[in-house]
């Protein structure tokens, strides 16, 4: 959240306004637009400013899955540079305790291979599982409903899937998992953090005219937007997308610094795990130590 970042440079250069947003479709597709403010029916909450870790640091004050609803207090970071959610202790049992008691599926036996702890066996012939919902309210009394909290791993034999959060041992991170069908507005002026539901494709007021020194501060675009996949124009969306569902990506090693999914465009790494989107099946040989891919997240 310092002044180092591409926003900031916009912005300081009279390009965009100093706000940007990030939206993670359901399909996999996603974009960065550098100069989202947002929309003004969107949800918002404010940030919890740290001046010696200036980070995206929002305040959880209510935990629900399902039917069941627990207050809490802790602070997490949203970072898009994260494809799982990791939540320290109570936040972490809370949430994945309810949900196990909530969840239909056998629960999977444990493997040491898969860093999740909540795992279901999945029937080959069910299209979907049946999952509680899960909501986080947030500072000042808005909700955050999260649409994507499961992640599938599959083998020759068998499928799995798991709530895709992590125990973590000192920080609390609101990953990509968790954005999934959200644009997520950091607006670094208001210093609030704003989301609404969205296929990112529907987003109002978008220019994609190019951000280059070609352009005239005094003329400023509205939005200037970049697609997270190159193949994708922001400009002229594919009319029949490829659901993650329907299609096999394979994992592929990346000189020893972990792995990302062939064909997906990996996040920028921030902090973490190099898969995305968190949708996708793993059709990946249990023979593949799976904790390679989720490195530990950092302390701060």
Request: proline share 10%; charged share 15%; aromatic share 10%.
């Amino acid at each position: 959240m310092d002044k180092v970042s591409v926003p900031s440079i916009l912005a300081s250069g009279g390009l965009v306004a100093d706000s940007f947003s990030m939206c993670f479709g359901p399909d996999g597709i996603g974009r960065i637009s550098f100069g989202d403010k947002g929309s003004p029916d969107q949800e918002e909450t404010p940030f919890n400013l740290n001046q010696l870790h200036p980070t995206y640091n929002v305040s959880v004050t209510q935990i629900a899955v399902g039917t069941k609803v627990k207050d809490t207090d802790f602070s997490a970071i949203f970072d898009s540079g994260t494809s799982f959610t990791y939540l320290t202790d109570p936040a972490y049992t809370r949430i994945s305790e309810s949900f196990n008691s909530q969840a239909l599926d056998n629960r999977h036996s444990s493997d040491p291979r898969i860093p999740f702890e909540y795992c279901y066996d999945f029937s080959m012939n069910a299209t979907e599982p049946v999952i509680p919902s899960i909501n986080l309210t947030m500072k000042g009394g808005n909700q955050f409903s999260v649409y994507d909290p499961i992640v599938f791993i599959s083998s020759k034999t068998e499928t799995v899937y798991c709530l895709g959060v992590v125990k973590s041992s000192d920080v609390d991170i609101i990953g990509q998992n968790f954005m999934t069908d959200h644009r997520i507005v950091f607006d670094r002026e208001k210093l609030v953090l704003g989301w609404k539901k969205s296929d990112c494709y529907d987003i109002e007021n978008f220019s994609t005219l190019p951000v280059s020194p070609g352009i005239s501060p005094a003329v400023p675009p509205t939005i200037a937007v970049v697609p997270v996949s190159p193949q994708i124009s922001p400009a002229v969306p594919p009319t029949s997308a490829v659901a993650p569902r329907s299609y096999t990506p394979e994992a592929t090693k990346e000189s020893g610094n972990g792995s990302h999914i062939s064909g997906a465009a990996p996040p920028s790494m921030s902090h973490a795990p190099r898969l995305s989107p968190m949708s996708f099946i793993f059709m990946i040989p249990f023979s593949v130590i799976v904790s390679s891919f989720f490195p530990r997240a950092p302390s701060y």
